[in-house]
């Protein structure tokens, strides 16, 4: 056992980036809790503060820097205070995090959670790193302590074997593993039996998901036999695995939901090449034609990337036709961003900052008019809403999402907990939620 200076000290932990970062941090929590480490609230109270941190794009990094700078400050004034820094930024800048935070006690990739009770025992004058990755690490005997609503998210593998040439997911996060069925059942049945409604497995590319015979669409299949769970969502696929297995389990099981985010990143086949995805405009169009076709309710988002290197007018151009052709329901958009480690860093950065920005425009322009168009077509029509909680704006309301992930917001009746469903009658519609009354 590990000796500690209080009988319960206290951490407090600070999550960015994506959903499987958020899923880290219960795993986080758990492993601490184990150790004796009970959560603070805030930062001034906590004896040990972790941020939890995301790499993929260099935005992301600046502000936990500037975080960094912030947190320095309560460190001067606590030297005893612990400062950590977990996740992809903590892999991806191990030789440089030092010399830019060198009051940082603490350093840990995502393979090395298991090891931070003995990595915030540590009490050298230097700090305590640890950025090793291990293809075998599955936390999948740590039962994360979720933080969940309706919604659980469930990591169903780590990792990514892709290595499309911007990413540098595959660098700080390793090799693609999948977590062991039995392991994942285990946590479905367990935060079922607590009466979470929604379960979203995760995974960097979670359909790529195999562990001896059981591949994503028999996982789908499995869950799906819960009892309790109303609802399942998984993300993000990458379209090269969107095999007929998932696809008809998708179409079978009534529990998943008529969902999917599928990253596109380009329109162009050449930029799409450069950026080794592994599908041409061709095959993608034709896998949405299939999806549409055997999921007729389904809804559409997607990720694209606006000036990667080498992105001319033409291929940009190829991009807007495409959101055309295919219409999402709604798209992340992002400006390149050169990583290190990754293949396309030593290409370069050939779209100036300006263009990049320009691009961007055009593209949230243009989604904001198509999820506009989607959402007022729906005006009149009638959904079942998994309940929330309350509406961000507008007291007196509740919100709750559509099969489609859409955002649905109604008039709160004393009668309607979180986790029911509801059945909504959309009455208008902006690009970004829905709103009606219950029938
Ligand atoms: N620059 C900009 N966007 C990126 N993404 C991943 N890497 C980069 C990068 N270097 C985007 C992709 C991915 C999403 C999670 O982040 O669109 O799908
Ligand atoms: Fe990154 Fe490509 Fe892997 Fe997605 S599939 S995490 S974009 S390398």
Redesign the pocket.
């Known amino acids: 056992m590990i000796k500690l200076t209080q009988p319960q000290p206290q951490v407090y932990l600070e999550t960015y980036g994506c959903q499987m970062n958020v899923a880290d941090t219960e795993t986080v929590t758990a492993v601490l809790r184990r150790a004796g480490y009970s959560s603070a609230t805030r930062p001034e109270d906590a004896d040990v503060i972790l941020l939890n941190t995301c790499a ?1 794009r260099e935005h992301a990094e600046e502000r936990v820097i500037g975080r960094l700078s912030d947190l320095a400050r309560l460190k001067r004034e606590r030297p005893a205070l612990k400062l950590g820094l977990l996740g992809c930024m903590a892999q991806h800048n191990r030789e440089t995090l030092l010399a830019k935070a060198p009051w940082l006690d603490l350093v840990a990739g995502p393979d090395a959670y298991r090891r931070l009770p003995e990595l915030l025992g540590h009490d050298g004058f230097d700090p305590a790193v640890d950025v090793r990755l291990d293809r075998g690490e599955t936390y999948a005997d740590l039962s994360p302590e979720y933080m969940a609503g309706v919604r659980a998210y469930v990591t169903a593998m780590r990792g ?5 040439t ?5 660098y700080v ?1 390793g090799r693609e593993r999948s977590v062991p069925p039995g392991a994942i059942m285990r946590e479905v049945h367990a935060l079922a039996a607590r009466g979470v409604k929604e379960i979203v497995l995760l995974g ?2 979670v359909n790529a998901y195999r562990h001896d015979a059981t591949d994503f669409g028999a996982l789908l299949r499995q869950v799906a036999r819960v009892a309790g769970v109303e609802r399942i969502r998984f993300t ?1 696929p ?1 379209p090269c695995d969107m095999t007929d297995s998932v696809i008809d389990a998708m179409a079978a099981e009534p529990k998943v939901q008529p969902y999917l985010h599928l ?1 596109v ?1 380009s329109g162009s086949d050449r930029v799409l090449h450069a ?3 592994g599908y041409t405009v061709t095959h993608y169009l034709d896998l949405v034609g299939r999806l549409r076709r055997t999921i007729p309710a389904l809804a559409l988002s997607t ?1 694209i990337i606006v000036g990667f290197h080498g992105e001319e007018e033409s291929d940009f151009a190829a991009t807007i036709a495409l959101m055309r052709a295919v219409g999402y329901d709604s798209a992340f958009s992002f400006k390149y961003s050169v990583r290190e480690h990754t293949r396309a860093h030593r290409l370069g950065d050939s779209v100036s900052e300006e263009e990049k920005g320009r691009r961007l425009a055009e593209v949230i322009a243009l989604q904001e008019m198509i999820s506009l168009e989607h959402n007022r077509a729906l005006i009149g029509s009638e959904f079942p809403v998994l309940v929330e909680g309350p509406a961000r704006r507008g007291a007196g309301r509740l919100a709750g999402k559509t099969p489609q992930f859409k955002t649905a917001v109604f008039p709160d009746t004393a009668a309607i907990k979180p986790g029911n469903i509801v059945n909504v009658r959309v009455e208008s519609a902006t690009g970004h939620s829905l709103a009606g009354v219950i029938v």
């Open positions: 993929i990514c074997d892709r290595f499309c911007f990413c540098v997911v595959p996060r960097q590319t993000s990458h990253p990143q950026m080794a995805r990720d």
